[in-house]
């Protein structure tokens, strides 16, 4: 059965998404990364980088979030577009946008917003101004067309669902005024069952909820290593 390691923040639950949307039987392992689990021997091995997600199927092994998406996509056929050149790049394309730079700007703001030691304003400005004008994006492609490749659900959905429903905490809860057409998709896609189970999927084990000393020095490991 395929491994699924995982915590609660945006990037595993999209690819959880996808494994209920899919009906594939998977075993979840929770991952804590408060508690520093991340970075034990058992799961460097799987992933040297100590991030969540990352899977194991048989004898493959995938990590990032938006890698698992498109290898469990091509294994089952679902939820791709129809094969063609101008489908296969749109999917490459935005499955990178949100790669490089929805989910890295996000997760930034959502740092120097909240955890950084110091309220530094040029760096809660940039990374936030950065975060609305990659969301920004998304929304006028969604103003056109139903779904980011058009009138079908794709893991390009899931991607953007995953980082897009935590506006809120990126950006502040007044800015969902400014996508309205993304605010559609999520809305949309956080009604589906699937994506319930795969909010779900993360109380069904005790994470670690303070961010306290052992936290900090789990998540944060610049904070005990000066190299500027």
């Known amino acids: 059965m395929l491994k699924f390691y995982f915590s609660g923040a945006p990037n595993p639950t999209k690819v959880a998404l996808f494994l209920e949307e899919a009906g594939l039987p998977y075993e979840p392992l929770p991952i804590d990364t408060r508690k520093g689990e991340q970075h034990k021997?058992?799961?460097l091995a799987v992933n040297p980088n100590a991030k969540v997600p990352a899977i194991v199927d048989g004898d493959v092994t995938v990590f990032d979030s938006n890698a698992i998406l498109l290898y469990l996509a091509e294994?089952?056929?679902?939820f791709l577009?129809?094969?063609g050149d101008k489908a296969r790049g749109e999917l490459l394309s935005w499955l990178m946008f949100v790669?490089?730079?929805v989910g890295p700007y996000s997760g930034q703001s959502v740092?120097?917003?909240n955890y950084a030691?110091?309220?530094i304003a040029y760096a809660i400005n940039r990374y936030a101004f950065e975060a609305q004008r990659h969301f920004g994006i998304l929304d006028s492609r969604l103003a056109k067309q139903k779904y980011m490749l058009g009138d079908v659900y794709t893991i390009v959905d899931m991607d953007v669902w995953g980082w897009a429903r935590l506006i809120p905490t990126v950006l502040g809860e007044a800015a969902w005024a400014k996508?309205?057409?993304l605010k559609r998709l999520v809305d949309e896609i956080s009604a589906r069952p699937a994506a319930q189970r795969a909010v779900a999927l993360k109380?069904?084990?005790k994470f670690k909820a303070e961010m306290d000393d052992e936290a900090r020095k789990a998540m944060f490991r610049h904070l005990a290593e000066k190299v500027a």
């Open 179 to 181: 996508f309205p057409n």
């Open 75 to 78: 294994k089952t056929g679902k």
């Open 203 to 205: 109380d069904k084990y």
């Open 99 to 101: 790669a490089s730079g």
């Open 111 to 113: 740092h120097f917003r």
């Open 117 to 119: 030691p110091d309220k």
């Open 81 to 83: 577009p129809a094969k």
């Open 41 to 43: 021997p058992q799961f």
